[in-house]
């Protein structure tokens, strides 16, 4: 597909990353402030019809419900008269009890759809998540694969690396790159790991979140003492390590009685699950490398996981967040989701200068960055300043506020989610049904 002339001229604020020849993936990238950036500018309108898309979602975890749920369901409330969006977990309509499925042409949201949407492996496993694309492709859909993770480059200490490994999921992920006709991911260095991989267009769409939900408007608590929150799932045993102490010396810097620190994330009793699952065995692993040095003062606290729509929550009970990462692809590929989780409540973000926290933390201005091999002293030094210094800490948190306040707002990118499917569907020469894509 050749460009046309007008879509080479330079445009400013854009970096393009293209290099198209034939049979080269078109890779779409994007610039901060507006969360998508197509290949090339232009305009381009869809016909009168709606466009109908059916999201395939594996569960209403995390990824499905920042990456699907959460921005389908806004983008058809901001563009009702564009978009009709249906949601099924299990499209293909199987009954595992019966071993059964329906024809294809019986498929009811599959017949009905232009796009599917599929993102990461579904609940329903590997074969299963590469047969809704496979026949997606068949029934004439445009294909839309999501992933936030980078999943083909799981790292030994990854609770799930194991199964991937034995259930070939890396390989079945890479099936899904390469026949999907767009393939969205979170951030460009993300991108650039699997472009080789994807058989047509690439892109990077940010997370987003409704901040109109009760979650993201709970009133700030307040506190005599300086409240640090770590929000993560004990997936996190590794990156932990890299925090090692770091709540012990910070207390003795500061008095135990100024800071209180809190870990949220622990998974809710279940009288059901497995006494051997692999969070029964990694979470005491975890929860040790957090609590290393608080012996004779318990000042913190440990609080139970909550569903991703009430994950806000956390938020209104802190101070300062952190987010501590070790380096390797797989982290380096992550999303600044924790941005636009502490910007809506105005807290100052300390990160690990890994993944893309580079786009929207400044040092000293909205948050700051500590380098992935940097010695423990940096952590301490940083977080005993914001302990101290409660000004700052308000300055820093307005700062990130103002800067993200837009970028992560799903109504707001509605429209560029929407451009992305009218640009992708022309690139790839996809049709409709029952009328012109384009006029």
């Known amino acids: 597909m050749a460009l046309r002339k007008s879509s080479k001229r330079k445009i400013r604020n854009l970096r393009l990353r293209h290099k198209k020849t034939k049979g080269e993936p078109v890779f779409l990238t994007q610039v901060l402030g507006s969360g998508l950036v197509f290949l090339y500018p232009g305009y381009y309108y869809m016909s009168m019809r709606k466009l109908k898309i059916l999201v395939v979602f594996a569960n209403h975890g995390g990824c499905s419900y920042y990456r699907q749920l959460s921005p389908m369901k806004m983008m058809e409330e901001v563009m009702p008269d564009k978009v009709e969006v249906r949601y099924n977990d299990n499209p293909l309509e199987v009954d595992p009890d019966k071993n059964y499925a329906p024809p294809e042409d019986k498929l009811t949201d599959m017949n009905w759809a232009d796009i599917v949407f599929v993102a990461n492996i579904l609940k329903y496993g590997g074969p299963y998540t590469a047969r809704v694309i496979g026949i997606a492709k068949k029934l004439g859909k445009f294909v839309h694969f999501d992933t936030d993770d980078l999943l083909t480059d799981l790292y030994e200490e990854h609770h799930l690396y194991e ?173 600044d989701i924790k941005v636009a989780e502490c910007s809506r409540y105005k807290i100052p973000l300390v990160a690990s200068n890994v993944g893309c926290y580079d786009e929207t933390i400044i040092n000293g201005e909205t948050g700051y960055l500590i380098d992935h091999d940097a010695p423990r002293s940096e952590w301490v030094k940083i977080l005993s300043k914001l302990c101290k210094d409660k000004k700052h800490r308000i300055e820093l948190g307005q700062n990130l506020h103002d800067r993200t306040k837009d970028l992560f707002d799903g109504r707001k990118q509605s429209k560029l989610r929407y451009d992305l499917y009218v640009q992708a569907i022309r690139d790839t020469g996809h049709k409709l049904d029952d009328s012109p894509v384009l006029l």
């Open 163 to 335: 199964t991937y490994r034995d259930n070939k999921l890396d390989e079945i992920t890479k099936f899904c790159y390469f026949n999907a006709d767009l393939v969205t991911v979170t951030q460009v260095k993300f991108a650039k790991r699997i472009q080789p991989l994807v058989g047509k267009c690439l892109a990077v769409a940010r997370n987003v979140i409704d901040y109109s939900l009760p979650a993201w408007n709970h009133p700030r608590t307040k506190a005599k003492f300086t409240r640090i929150g770590y929000a993560a799932g004990i997936h996190h045993r590794g990156d932990v390590k890299v925090f090692n102490a770091v709540p012990h010396l910070v207390n003795q810097k500061v008095g135990r009685e100024n800071v209180q620190w809190n870990f949220y994330g622990h998974p809710p009793p279940d009288p059901n699950k497995d006494k051997n699952s692999w969070e029964a065995r990694v979470w005491p692993e975890y929860m040790q490398q957090l609590l290393r040095g608080f012996k004779g003062h318990k000042n913190y606290n440990i609080h139970y996981a909550l569903p991703p729509n009430d994950y806000g929550r956390y938020y209104a009970g802190m101070d300062v967040a952190i987010a501590p990462l070790q380096m390797n692809n797989f982290n380096d590929s992550k999303s």
